[in-house]
């Protein structure tokens, strides 16, 4: 009965131990390639990068708890001119359509602060999740979210405005009620993609 008793302690403990040590891992990455007149949307090269998409995000990170991307409803303007910006989300559609996940669309685009307090959430706190969103303000949510967490916001690139492939990646290490954020740089590899539409001319 002793023997049982030490055994239930340990597998807590072992438990505890666990749980006080969860990573979360925040997935930024910038909406796919764009036509020149803007429009808020995509180009064909774009989609094509956004469908190939979800096979490099599942090779390289667990299953995402969450998806985010900004509220297309809120207008922005594009080449001059006002649309709804909807190129993140059409970028990590594929993506939530292959996981059968839906997409979180409650934040606008500037709204950096409501973004990170969901992001904060309990239900997160050992989870992956994946953020598409505009590249100034992923460079600008990552810095974020390290000098609130313990590390130098420094260490975040600019973000490039020819750069559709990098995945600027967040880890915020839990540890004793404590977290501590690292940030390290990935590339998609999806540069050579074909600038005709999926099925143009079929």
């Known amino acids: 009965m002793k023997k049982h008793a030490r055994l239930l302690a340990l597998a807590l403990g072992l438990l505890w131990h666990a749980a006080s040590q969860a990573d979360q891992t925040i997935v930024l990455f910038r909406h796919a390639e764009k036509p020149a007149a803007g429009l808020g949307q995509l180009s064909c090269q774009g989609l094509n990068r956004a469908l190939a998409l979800p096979a490099v995000l599942q090779g390289k990170?667990?299953?995402?708890?969450?998806?985010?991307?900004?509220?297309?409803?809120?207008?922005?303007?594009?080449?001059?001119?006002?649309y709804n910006y909807i190129r993140p989300l059409a970028t990590i559609e594929p993506t939530a359509i292959r996981l059968g996940l839906p997409v979180n669309t409650d934040y606008g685009l500037d709204d950096l602060a409501g973004l990170e307090t969901a992001l904060g959430q309990?239900?997160?706190?050992?989870?992956?999740?994946?953020?598409?969103?505009?590249?100034?303000?992923?460079?600008?949510?990552?810095?974020?979210?390290?000098?609130?967490?313990?590390?130098?916001?420094?260490?975040?690139?600019?973000w490039q405005s020819a750069d559709f492939d990098s995945?600027?990646?967040?880890?915020?290490?839990?540890?004793?009620?404590?977290?501590?954020a690292s940030f390290r740089v990935e590339q998609q590899g999806l540069n050579l993609q074909s600038a005709v539409c999926p099925g143009a001319g079929a």
Do not use: C, M
């Not at 995402?64 to 001119?81: E, T, W, Y």
């Not at 706190?125 to 600008?140: I, N, Q």
């Not at 995945?167 to 501590?180: A, K, N, P, S, W």
């Open 167 to 180: 995945i600027y990646i967040v880890t915020l290490h839990q540890q004793d009620g404590r977290r501590q």
């Open 61 to 82: 990170f667990d299953r995402p708890a969450a998806l985010f991307a900004p509220n297309p409803g809120v207008r922005k303007k594009d080449g001059g001119v006002e």
């Open 122 to 158: 309990p239900q997160y706190a050992d989870a992956t999740v994946f953020v598409a969103w505009e590249h100034r303000l992923v460079a600008k949510l990552a810095e974020r979210l390290l000098s609130r967490n313990g590390a130098d916001p420094a260490q975040v690139p600019a």
